[in-house]
């Protein structure tokens, strides 16, 4: 699977949106960007994800641009409860396969402060 | 409705000793993960069920780390020897096939070994 990069760390005030980069520039054609975060001491927990066009749900919205090659992670009202680390993976979807494992990163801390 | 569980959710062990860390994934869920996470490091993948079969072990570090499914439902992750090394959080995810994009994830069993 292609390797992303992301920030190591990112404030944001709560309330506000926070927006979490994402470079993702040797993706392939078949492969979905996803977003999991950790919050601590839990386990990863599935937020979203894209192929090429934008999603929102209740949680999130995720901004893919038109090459592909990155993408944004928006929170769109960051609460203290959103501290956690968020990890941006690009994985293809394959059928009966093995090696349909999520490849992490490091991911990006987010802190955000009242 | 019941997550992802698993058990014990620390165990302490003794270098040398065998630990088994048993994972009981979402009723009806056909795919289980097993991975690794070190202090600071993203998840890292070991092993991968489909219902019972064992498709993918190219993650698990060495030759005593051993991970069984019989029925297609409960798993158990083993480790014998332990090695000051896999002290970790070792999570458990399952998914409802083996496309399906969102994964979900246990508290995880952390184990320290001295």
Redesign the interface.
């Known amino acids: 699977d292609a390797k992303t990069t992301q920030p190591p760390s990112m404030d944001c005030a709560e309330g506000r949106a926070a927006n979490l980069p994402c470079n993702h520039s040797t993706i392939s054609g078949n492969e979905y960007v996803y977003w999991y975060r950790q919050i601590h001491s839990q386990g990863p927990q599935y937020i979203i994800h894209g192929l090429k066009n934008n999603e929102t749900n209740e949680m999130a919205s995720l901004i893919i641009t038109e090459d592909r090659k990155s993408s944004t992670l928006i929170l769109p009202h960051a609460t203290l409860r959103d501290t956690a680390v968020y990890y941006c993976i690009v994985r293809a979807n394959k059928a009966n396969q093995a090696g349909t494992a999520l490849i992490f990163g490091k991911g990006t801390t987010l802190s955000v402060s009242s | 409705g019941a997550g ?1 569980s698993q058990s014990p959710r620390y165990k302490v062990a003794k270098r040398g000793q065998d630990v088994a860390l048993r994972c009981d994934p979402i009723s009806g869920h056909v ?1 289980l ?1 097993w ?1 690794q996470q070190a202090l ?6 070991l092993t ?1 069920f ?1 219902n019972e079969a064992q ?2 072990k190219s ?1 698990l570090p060495s030759d005593r780390f051993f991970a069984e499914r019989p029925e297609g439902s409960v798993s158990t992750l083993k480790i014998q020897r332990t090695q000051q090394e896999d002290s970790a959080v070792y ?1 458990c ?1 399952s998914s409802l096939d ?2 399906s ?8 069993t952390r184990l320290t070994v001295t």
Do not use: H, K
């Open positions: 992802v795919s993960f991975y600071g490091q993203g998840p890292e993948f991968y489909q498709l993918d993650g999570l995810a083996s496309i994009y969102e994964q979900y994830f246990g508290p995880g």
